[in-house]
């Protein structure tokens, strides 16, 4: 992830698309617009999972097998959903950068974090089941 981060950095600064560090209020106008361009790309996912789902309807309309429309259907979107997913992360990493994340440590004290907070949880669940 580093490494993506680090060569979308480069190739956002490159095409000069990064968010406006120039003064606090075109960095507030550019952090609102790629904030709105995300939310485009996100939608652009849920449009390939419209898609997909639209054709395995069409296919089992059509007779064919349930998981062998659904596998279908997957395999006829996964480019495309892979592009908008693509698109997602380069806004994602956009806004990584501006905040000077490391976005690598951020996701593993993520990860560290949910861990915590599942180990009460799941203690509790085994005492219950214990009794
Ligand atoms: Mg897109």
Redesign the pocket.
Known sequence: MKNIHEELERFQKEKGWEISTENAGQSRESLLLNHMLLT??IA?IAEELRKMMNLEYELIHEGMEKEEAFRLAKQEISEDIG??IA?SIAYLCKFATFFERNIEEDMMNKLQEINNRMKPNLQKRMKEEAK
């Open positions: 485009t790309e652009e592009k908008e698109d």
